[in-house]
């Protein structure tokens, strides 16, 4: 039976029972894991066999922590460049005045079809549904997001949003939608279908738009990643094109740029570098190029020292790729359009259910993997401790929580506590103590590292 997300992905559910909706169905929970576990590996090769990875992250993260020191001075020198450039630079402080800008642009060159790449800040400013309300044909190009479109899901991974689904699921998505055969489930034969599908939306849409993946202050120009070469096909085909991004997207130079490049790929997939890395400069003769950046929170932000590191994120996606929790409860047990733990990262202060910043067990591991070293454990556990502060401890928490902080504060109970543990540990069984071990825990197990028969048995059955 297909996961069905509106069990408690909208609205105000606390993220445990979200989860526990998601891990009601084992197979699919174990496949998530094993799933995301295999991008953990291959990121893990690809790192391995670059003897300077480590020094490439260090010199990523203090390239963001330099441009992110001196944005507004980068940000004027890149609107000044793009303008230079013949780029129409527009500004806006929030998700609704993105939107706004948008629908203007399109409105004033009558468009009716837009074909759009893979971008979470327009997810984030949930531009889709703004568009079609005001009579915009709105195509996702990503073929994930093509997917999810179409379940009229939002994603539940920044890089492989439809990786909750199987690929019967999605053969029987695209009978219903695209007309493939009834029963039809073969990737390769889904994916051809999908191609043909979107040739036709890129060849009558009226205008493109992309996220951005960095934009490059020196040159005005910005860079766009796919591995499906869509954000080109939808670019220089339609004459109108248009670019979303944050305003933490800018770095200073080219140089800067092919750093983050080096490392953005390995992290997410295991690439040596995507597919597609292309650099828009300028309009099409007789077209128009207009870039849109956005803060929407990004400078408040700034104003926490722990919080702005976060900004250093380059949206690999390696952090849910490796977190026990991300795995195995599911894209759409986090309350905000970005899950795991950047999700948590950037959108625990606006969870209406304060409950996020504890999908996480501060294990580290998300840390440890960045490739602009974000410290996310250390930024998670600073939310924890501004939503106590602030007196938003989720449900539950808020009433044993004071309980725990006095009996972590005695040496004596907590020796004694330690004792007990170790010694129920030593004479029971497992099964008796995997029941109190919460909702992660019941099925935490870590995926069998691969081998040659489970990459056979991963290819033929994971999902697109």
């Not at 949930?126 to 309300?133: A, K, R, S």
């Not at 020196?218 to 766009?224: C, L």
């Not at 929170?297 to 380059?314: F, N, P, Q, V, Y």
């Not at 489970?454 to 033929?460: D, G, L, M, R, V």
Request: aromatic share 6%.
């Amino acid at each position: 039976m297909a996961y069905n997300h509106n069990h408690g992905a909208q609205g105000s559910q606390i993220h445990a029972h979200k989860a526990d909706i998601f891990c009601r169905d084992e197979t699919r929970v174990d496949w998530h894991s094993k799933a995301l576990w295999m991008l953990r590996e291959k990121r893990d090769r690809a790192a391995g066999s670059i003897p300077e990875w480590e020094q490439l992250r260090q010199l990523g993260s203090e390239i963001k922590l330099h441009t992110l020191t001196h944005l507004a001075q980068y940000l004027e020198t890149f609107e000044q460049n793009c303008i230079a450039n013949g780029i129409q630079v527009h500004w806006a402080k929030d998700g609704a005045e993105h939107n706004r800008i948008v629908h203007d642009i399109l409105s004033r060159h009558k468009v009716k079809k837009l074909v759009k790449s893979k971008s979470m800040l327009t997810e984030e400013c949930h531009l889709n549904p703004y568009l079609e309300q005001r009579g915009i044909e709105v195509i996702d190009t990503d073929l994930g997001e093509r997917i999810i479109q179409l379940a009229k899901m939002p994603p539940s991974h920044i890089v492989v949003p439809a990786i909750h689904m199987k690929k019967e699921e999605v053969g029987d998505l695209f009978h219903e939608k695209i007309g493939t055969k009834a029963g039809g489930s073969d990737p390769l034969y889904l994916t051809r279908a999908a191609r043909a599908h979107l040739r036709e939306q890129f060849l009558s849409a009226d205008a493109a738009m992309t996220g951005v993946n960095m934009a490059i202050a020196d040159k005005g120009a910005v860079v766009v990643c796919t591995n499906e070469g869509n954000a080109d096909m939808g670019a220089n085909l339609p004459k109108l094109q248009l670019h979303s991004m944050g305003i933490d997207k800018v770095v200073p130079d080219i140089d800067s740029a092919a750093v983050l490049l080096r490392t953005l790929a390995r992290n997410a997939t295991g690439q040596p570098v995507t597919t597609y890395s292309a650099f828009y400069r300028g309009p099409q003769p007789e077209g128009e190029m207009h870039i849109i950046i956005v803060d929407n929170g990004r400078t408040e932000m700034l104003k926490d020292k722990i919080l702005a590191e976060s900004l250093k994120c380059i949206r690999c996606g390696g952090c849910l790729n490796t977190c026990p929790v991300y795995r195995r409860s599911g894209g759409y047990s986090y309350n905000y359009t970005i899950p795991g733990p950047i999700g948590i990262a950037v959108g625990a202060k606006i969870d209406d259910t304060n409950s996020i910043a504890w999908a996480c067990t501060l294990c580290g591991s998300c840390t440890y993997i960045c490739p602009t070293k974000v410290p996310l454990d250390k930024i998670i556990f600073h939310h924890r401790r501004l939503k106590a502060e602030a007196g938003k401890l989720p449900y539950g928490k808020n009433s044993y929580m004071p309980l725990v902080g006095k009996f972590m504060a005695s040496e004596t109970m907590l020796n004694c506590s330690m004792s007990v543990a170790r010694t129920a540990l030593r004479i029971l069984p497992g099964s008796l103590l995997k029941p109190f071990s919460g909702a992660w825990g019941k099925y935490r197990e870590l995926p069998v590292a691969p081998n040659s028969s489970f990459e056979a048995w991963f290819k033929k059955h994971r999902s697109l």
